[in-house]
């Protein structure tokens, strides 16, 4: 039971019908919360003899729909709380399964078929997403075959549109984590349908503003991208959501990163790190910070990324899954040839694309192996680059790499016998590799 943090201003204020729309929602969600208090007193004040005594008609007719709106909140928070522990445990068992085992229970069993256990799949699958798109997208289905059957006299036929759509919308950004554009905008097209069934909660809008800004950053369509991402931030500021106001701050920096705007860039991440609530999500504080640490070294900042490098590294550590313990180290290595250590910054890119090819992300080696060959070329070992070209063109066959991007690479090999390898060549195949990774059979040109 949370302690109350409302003050009697606003409980008046409240009762009298005088609070903004956000406000409202502050407090009955302070209330759905289970504030013995706040309940007590606003009891005490909806009574029936309350009502007949309170001067004013309009202070009678608020109270009155205030007092209906909130005893079906309490009923609703006493039910969701029963339907909440019981979907926790159920969880814990489902998740100890194996995936074949879960999708019969998802199937056969009517156990799972309540509002509370599709969150917790869903959640599940969203963290999933950082290391293991395939692995959302299939949790993202499970929590899809549950919404389509809940019961819409328990949940309301709105409500029950928002879980489909929110279903939809995890599939949408999970196909696009696997580059299946053309598969996330018909996912992100059918979630937009159900929202409009929906309740008209914002929250709901602004998650779907946000997949359709990140799907539309991948097909670099980047002013739209901008667009969705700021309306998304304006919903979440005009309801109190200050964390995830903050997550678009950053999805915004991503995309004017890609723009070239890298000024406005590292604005927008500082701005992020004062909102996001690390307490809330621990992995995206480190993504923010990870990102400041990026952007300051690219900008020349070598001492501010060193900084922020080093009050974030235990973090690093803490989450301790693969990829994030790749970035650190191509991070590193980025540091380390600013400060004109090459030994350092060549063995830092050994590991980290040795660590992307064995995590089968071979873009990622992409991008990692041309910074080692500048590097290598800088210090004047052609038979090394050579070497680390014949390598990555290997692995590249080896995960299945399309044709385009490998002619891409065939291209690179070629500017290597003839001597021609340059920054701006670098360059370019780096951004090139960058849009591959999202756009399937998509052509290498130069200097696009």
């Not at 995890?170 to 196909?175: D, E, S, V």
């Not at 693969?322 to 830092?348: K, M, P, V």
Request: net charge neutral; proline share 2%.
């Amino acid at each position: 039971m949370q302690s109350c943090e409302l003050t009697h201003q606003q409980r008046d204020r409240f009762l009298a019908g005088e609070l903004t729309s956000a406000d409202r929602r502050t407090v009955l969600e302070h209330l759905v919360g289970g504030c013995a208090d706040c309940r007590a007193h606003f009891a005490g004040h909806l009574s029936p003899g309350r009502r007949r005594a309170a001067s004013g008609a309009g202070y009678e007719e608020t109270s009155e729909r205030v007092s209906d709106s909130l005893a079906k909140l309490i009923e609703l928070r006493d039910r969701i709380e029963v339907e909440r522990r019981a979907a926790a445990d159920l969880f814990e068992r489902f998740r100890a399964y194996p995936p074949k085992r879960q999708w019969t229970l998802i199937r056969n069993s009517r156990r799972v078929d309540t509002a509370e256990f599709f969150r917790l799949v869903v959640e599940a699958g969203y963290q999933a997403i950082y290391d293991e798109p395939r692995r959302t997208l299939e949790l993202a289905e499970m929590a899809r075959t549950i919404a389509e059957r809940l019961d819409t006299a328990s949940y309301s036929a709105a409500l029950c549109a928002d879980l489909r759509s929110r279903a939809w919308r995890h599939i949408g950004n999970a196909r696009r984590a696997l580059a299946n554009l053309a598969g996330a905008a018909k996912a992100l097209e059918a979630a937009r349908g159900e929202l409009e069934l929906g309740t008209g909660d914002p929250l709901e809008e602004a998650e779907q503003l946000y997949f359709e800004s990140s799907l539309l950053r991948a097909e670099r369509r980047l002013d739209e991208a901008l667009r969705r991402v700021r309306r998304a931030r304006r919903l979440y500021s005009i309801l109190g959501e200050t964390h995830l106001a903050g997550h678009m701050d950053l999805a915004e920096a991503s995309i004017l990163q890609v723009m070239g705007r890298d000024a406005e860039a590292l604005e927008r991440l500082r701005r992020a790190i004062r909102k996001i609530d690390p307490e809330r999500d621990s992995r995206l504080a480190l993504a923010v910070r990870h990102n400041l640490a990026w952007a300051l070294q690219a900008a020349g900042q070598v001492e501010e990324a060193l900084a922020a490098l080093a009050e974030l590294r235990p973090r690093y550590f803490e989450l301790g899954d693969r990829l994030t313990l790749l970035r650190l180290r191509w991070l590193e290595a980025q540091i380390y040839r600013q400060q004109g250590r090459g030994d350092e910054a060549e063995t830092a890119l050994r590991e980290a694309m040795e660590g992307f090819a064995a995590a089968e992300t071979p873009y990622e080696v992409a991008d990692v192996a041309l910074e080692l060959a500048l590097l290598l070329g800088e210090r004047g070992e052609t038979a090394q680059v050579r070497a680390l070209a014949a390598e990555t063109l290997q692995i590249f066959r080896s995960l299945g790499v399309e044709r385009e991007a490998i002619a891409a690479w065939l291209l690179f090999q070629q500017a290597i016998e003839a001597e021609a390898v340059t920054a701006a060549l670098v360059e370019s195949l780096s951004r090139y590799y960058q849009a591959a990774k999202h756009q399937p059979g998509l052509r290498f040109e130069l200097g696009a």
